[in-house]
Nanobody, 124 residues
Framework: QVQLVESGGGSVQAGGSLRLSCAAS????????MGWFRQAPGKEREGVASMDASGVTTSYADSVKGRFTISHANAKSTLYLEMNSLKPEDTAMYYC?????????????????WGQGTQVTVSS
């Protein structure tokens, strides 16, 4: 049974940094891709960053390119999202997600497995 548990959210001032973590377990084999998504109040959930099954190829939303970095450790048992130069518009609930296959995908329709989310609040 796949489980994804996010942590690391919090409140930070604009220009600050946060690192989100996602503890992943229950996968069969290593052929699965992972990603980070976010949903702000009153808005649809959107893709932020994704990583392919090899952990090498990544993809980012234009709004976070150059500021956010997706990475992994321990053979993808932990997924990270390093967030720098945070802006108030980055305020949202952030979710870790995964799916079997090669990836990477930034579209949420390809992700059957989801964590519960961690809140990030950026104040101006």
């Amino acid at each position: 049974q796949v489980q994804l548990v996010e942590s690391g959210g919090g409140s930070v001032q604009a220009g600050g940094s946060l690192r989100l973590s996602c503890a992943a377990s229950g996968f069969t084999g290593s052929r699965y891709y992972m990603g980070w998504f976010r949903q702000a109040p009153g808005k649809e959930r959107e893709g932020v960053a994704s990583m392919d099954a090899s952990g090498v190829t990544t993809s980012y939303a234009d709004s976070v390119k150059g500021r956010f970095t997706i990475s992994h450790a321990n053979a993808k048992s932990t997924l990270y999202l390093e967030m720098n130069s945070l802006k108030p518009e980055d305020t949202a609930m952030y979710y870790c997600a995964a799916g079997y296959g090669l990836g990477p995908f930034i579209d949420q329709k390809w992700y059957p497995y989801w964590g519960q989310g961690t809140q990030v609040t950026v104040s101006s």
